[in-house]
Nanobody, 120 residues
């Protein structure tokens, strides 16, 4: 069974930093990509950042130059370093992974979410 375990959320003041971690377990074959979405109160879920197995990286325009995504392929783990946090970054952050589960098949998995609150 594939599971994603998230950690690192919490309360931080504007201008502060947090580091999110997501580890995938039960991966029998390979990870194609991992990344993060977020959902703020009263808003729809939006993509934040992702990294593929061949090193392609995506950032949303709202977080460019402030967030940095990285990964440890040996541990099937992705990190999101969030610097200069703003109140509008407040949201539940969800980890996702695109995982190969058979010779010909793949699935998308989602974590349970970790809450990031940016407030003075």
């Amino acid at each position: 069974e594939v599971q994603l375990v998230e950690s690192g959320g919490g309360l931080v003041q504007p201008g502060g930093s947090l580091r999110l971690t997501c580890a995938a377990s039960g991966v029998d074959f390979d990870l194609y990509a991992m990344g993060w979405f977020r959902q703020a109160p009263g808003k729809e879920r939006e993509g934040v950042s992702s990294i593929s197995s061949d090193g392609l990286i995506y950032y949303s325009d709202n977080v460019k130059d402030r967030f940095t995504i990285s990964s440890d392929s040996a541990k099937n783990t992705v990190y999101l370093q969030m610097d200069n946090l703003k109140p509008e970054d407040t949201a539940v952050y969800y980890c996702y992974a695109h995982i190969q589960v058979s010779i010909e098949g793949s699935v998308e998995e989602w974590g349970q979410g970790t809450l990031v609150t940016v407030s003075s």
